[in-house]
């Protein structure tokens, strides 16, 4: 009676009872290597431990959807309409987490189909480079980047004063933001700033806030991609 149980499981899904097994606890332990990776290289404002746990469940989901799936041509077509009900309204605020759902993607449609070597070697290959990209802190152009934000007195008598003083301390800057307070009297400026070699940002800070038109100085380091 066993056996003819699993013979019935396996002619409708091509998986024995212990394959099925076996691929849904790979995704898994795959699932979670990706997304341990992705909170250790995180970087920046956006961190959701939803995101986190997404990865996870995607990873298996997919998994469990090529098992599913077979080889039976009707079998996919029918899990695309039924799929097809479902509306994913969240937005993705980094792009490279658009690239860890891509992951668990490929991982879970390697664990489902039994490709245990691809899903395990795509895990630790595309892991290894998200570590070595965060150890290295590719792609950021400069240590020194930052968001300078401040309050300028426009009843001031002079009012390029903190300008030449960002020229002078910058190699490169540029004005991103500029508000208007309530009373009339002051603006809230947000510039892009590129420190010099010899610059120190406490220095500059001190120096920055002696100009009489200025106040609240605020400097935020921009290597994150912090928002203004």
């Known amino acids: ?22 691929n849904s606890f790979l995704a898994l332990i795959l699932g979670l290597v990706i997304s341990y990776t992705y909170k250790k290289t995180h970087q920046g404002l956006s961190y959701s431990q939803s995101f986190v746990l997404t990865v996870i469940f995607i990873t298996i989901i997919i998994g469990i959807v090529m ?9 996919a077509f029918a899990l695309v309409g039924a799929l097809s009900i479902i509306r994913f309204r ?32 795509a895990t630790a290959f595309l892991s290894g480079v998200a570590w070595v990209l965060f150890k290295f802190n590719y792609g950021v152009q400069r240590s020194s980047d930052f968001i300078l934000r401040f309050y300028f007195d426009k009843t001031a008598d002079s009012d390029d004063i903190y300008v030449t003083f960002i020229n002078d301390h910058s190699d490169n800057n540029a004005l991103l933001h500029m ?3 309530g009373d009339g009297k002051n603006l809230y400026m947000t510039y892009d700033i590129s420190l010099k070699e010899d610059i120190n940002m406490n220095n500059f800070i001190d120096d920055f806030s002696k100009i009489g038109s200025v106040s609240e100085v605020v400097l935020v380091s921009a290597k994150n991609d912090i928002t203004y």
Do not use: C, H, W
């Not at 009676?1 to 076996?22: D, K, R």
């Not at 098992?67 to 079998?75: D, E, H």
């Open 90 to 121: 969240t937005v993705v605020k980094d792009t490279k987490d658009t690239a860890y759902v891509f992951m668990a993607l490929a991982v879970g449609m390697a664990a489902g189909t039994g490709n245990y070597f691809i899903a395990v070697y």
């Open 179 to 181: 508000e208007p307070s």
């Open 67 to 75: 098992m599913v799936i077979g080889n039976s041509l009707a079998r």
């Open 1 to 22: 009676m066993e056996n003819q149980l699993v013979e019935a499981m396996s002619g409708v899904f091509n998986y024995t009872p212990f394959e099925v097994i076996l």
